[in-house]
């Protein structure tokens, strides 16, 4: 079992443009989740997806989209996007209160 | 709203002794808590979760307690070792029955030989 995994690993975009980040929850999980994790603080919740809809959001702007698909892997979009998106960005599958990581995509805008 | 704090100054601990990290909660009544490690650059790995009708809950050289009362978890690391350096990040679950886990800020830990 690979585990969670996420692409790319790292990412350098410029202001205002738009970014695809790509998860593969661990084998059998239908619930995937999404974090944001700013330098020195905890993952902040963005959504999560369960059965293709979205079933819970964060406090982020709407310029943050997402996508599951029927094989339960899913994407984050975040258009025009700002100098604060930098971050690191993390998938979390789960099936039940366990939550599966990945190892996240390093995003910088400059 | 709920609020979830770490201590964020890191906890420098000598190989061998006990690493206690406080995680206390506001606002909320959950049903159980979850602790996390996570390494610089990866994604946080599940460690333990305690219930709220528990008070101690153990793994290996880990142990969780947690005080409904006090709105307060305890996580120790008894015998420490170098390879325990870490962050460690306690999460409340969700106030529905799904999706929003809310992570503290994490508290670092550096085991010294």
């Known amino acids: 079992d690979a585990g969670v995994t996420q692409s790319p690993t790292h990412l350098i975009k410029t202001r205002g443009q738009q970014v695809t980040l790509r998860c593969s929850p661990k084998s059998g999980h239908d619930t995937v989740s999404w974090y944001q994790q700013a330098l020195g603080q905890g993952p902040q919740f963005i959504f999560q997806?369960?059965?293709?809809?979205?079933?819970q959001r964060g406090n982020f702007p709407d310029r943050f989209s997402g996508h599951q698909f029927p094989n339960y892997s899913s994407e984050l979009n975040v258009n025009a996007l700002l100098l604060g998106d930098s971050a690191l960005y993390l998938c979390?599958?789960?099936?039940?209160?366990?939550?599966?990581f990945g190892p996240g995509t390093r995003l910088t805008v400059l | 709203s709920q609020k979830i704090e770490q201590n964020s100054e890191a906890l420098n601990i000598q190989e061998g002794k006990t690493a206690t990290l406080t995680c206390n909660y506001t606002?909320?009544?959950?049903?159980?808590l979850q602790w996390y490690r996570q390494d610089p650059g990866r994604g946080p790995v599940f460690l333990l979760l305690i219930r709220e009708n528990e008070k101690e809950k153990r793994k290996e050289r880990l142990k969780v307690t947690f005080d409904t009362t006090l709105k307060q978890s305890l996580f120790h690391i008894t015998a420490s070792q170098p390879a325990d350096s870490a962050t460690y990040l306690c999460?409340?679950?969700?106030?529905?029955?799904?999706?929003?886990?809310?992570f503290g800020a994490g508290t670092q830990v550096v085991v010294t030989p």
């Open positions: 606002n909320y009544s959950p049903a159980y």
């Open positions: 979390a599958s789960s099936l039940t209160h366990e939550q599966f």
């Open positions: 999460a409340l679950p969700p106030t529905d029955s799904w999706g929003k886990f809310q």
């Open positions: 997806y369960y059965e293709e809809e979205e079933r």
